[in-house]
């Protein structure tokens, strides 16, 4: 009976292993924004990315990945 505990508690124990789950978060972005002029801003957007691991577009074209880019609406606002 102790032995069909064991086995019961050990394969309890491996599966809780295997079904939790983690959030992959590789990639670590920061912000800053300089003030040119009345009407001009320069944007500074920092991605520090996790030792094998590499940075692409969240769309895939027909022929692979597309590199990042940031497209701006003009009055939106910016929240990182």
């Given at each position: 009976m102790n032995a069909i505990k064991f086995i019961i508690l050990g394969g309890l124990l491996v599966f809780s292993g295997l079904a939790s789950s983690q959030i992959i978060?590789?990639?670590k972005w920061s912000w800053e924004?300089?003030?040119l002029s009345d009407s001009t801003?320069?944007?500074i957007f920092?991605?520090?990315i996790e030792n094998g691991w590499t940075l692409y577009s969240q769309f895939t074209a027909d022929n692979g990945p597309i590199p990042t880019n940031f497209q701006f609406t003009e009055g939106a606002t910016?929240?990182?």
């Open positions: 978060d590789p990639v924004s300089k003030v801003y320069e944007l920092t991605a520090d910016i929240s990182v």
